[in-house]
């Protein structure tokens, strides 16, 4: 019973020390290799746009996330380095789809214009969501991550 009681009390502290800070732009994975983010990275659909095993770079092609009704409304580009099995993950979103003008104007024609990807805690914007969908895959190749601004 007191170990229970104990471990309860502990639970908010672990659930904190998870939490996201604000402006995070890097996720920090441990105990990972260069051919394991590869593999994953391939095997969640993300197509290798460079990679350089002995500097321990990846660079993904721009790929659509699929926010709602099937509309890729953004693509996401995922930049990995890894070093001494430490991998280190960010990423840059463009806008993939512009608005009619009857809807209030057109957003963006550029769509190779890539915008850095940060946590602002606002769960509205988009650069939350998308920082949260590559927080996700992180967290499918690696349980010990930590976040950081770089």
Not at 61 to 89: E, M, T
Not at 106 to 134: C, G, M, Q
Request: proline share 3%.
């Amino acid at each position: 019973m007191k170990k229970l009681l104990f471990c309860l009390l502990l639970a908010p502290i672990f659930a904190f020390a998870q939490e996201i800070p604000k402006f995070s732009n890097t996720i920090i994975a441990k105990a990972v290799s260069f051919q394991t983010i590869k593999d994953s990275l391939l095997q969640m659909g993300y197509f290798i746009d460079q990679q350089n095993e002995k500097d321990g770079t990846i660079i993904t092609k721009p790929k659509g996330v699929c926010d709602c009704k099937n509309i890729d409304f953004h693509q996401l580009i995922i930049y990995v380095r890894v070093k001494d099995s430490i991998a280190k993950f960010t990423g840059a979103f463009n806008i993939n789809f512009n608005f009619n003008a009857q809807r209030g104007g057109l957003i963006s024609n550029d769509r190779t214009e890539f915008h850095k990807l940060e946590y602002w805690k606002s769960s509205i914007s988009v650069p939350h969501a998308l920082f949260l969908k590559l927080d996700k895959i992180v967290r499918s190749i690696s349980t010990d991550i930590a976040y950081s601004k770089e």
